[in-house]
Nanobody, 127 residues
Framework: QVQLVESGGGLVQPGGSLRLSCAAS????????IGWFRQAPGKEREGVSR????????YYAATVKGRFTISRDNAKNTVYLQMNDLKPEDTAVYYC????????????????????WGQGTQVTVSS
């Protein structure tokens, strides 16, 4: 079972940038989809982006497309989320999660398909 640890969150002004990291141990990320999710107070957890590490297939939520970029470093067994032009509505706890890639998904894994989760990192966008 893969273990995930997020880092890189913090306080940033609107229009600023942050890069989140999701470092994996216990297994190679080549066998997984890695997703970034976020949860704001009083709201449901929502998907932000997903990457199939083995072939680089990527999906973004409409709310972040063009501002966020997901990427992977296979040598470091790490997935990143570069977040630019941050807005106050991006404020949330951000989580990375893993879904086994060998399972069939229609387009990409849904929230319930992700079985391994990190502890989360807080991102606050405020002036």
């Amino acid at each position: 079972q893969v273990q995930l640890v997020e880092s890189g969150g913090g306080l940033v002004q609107p229009g600023g940038s942050l890069r989140l990291s999701c470092a994996a141990s216990g297994d190679t990320l080549d066998y997984y989809w890695i997703g970034w999710f976020r949860q704001a107070p009083g709201k449901e957890r929502e998907g932000v982006s997903r990457i199939k590490v083995s072939d680089g297939r990527i999906y973004y939520a409409a709310t972040v497309k063009g501002r966020f970029t997901i990427s992977r470093d296979n040598a470091k067994n790490t997935v990143y989320l570069q977040m630019n032009d941050l807005k106050p509505e991006d404020t949330a706890v951000y989580y990375c999660a893993a879904a086994e890639a060998f399972l069939g998904y229609s387009d990409y894994p849904q929230l319930a398909d992700f079985g391994s989760w990190g502890q989360g990192t807080q991102v606050t966008v405020s002036s």
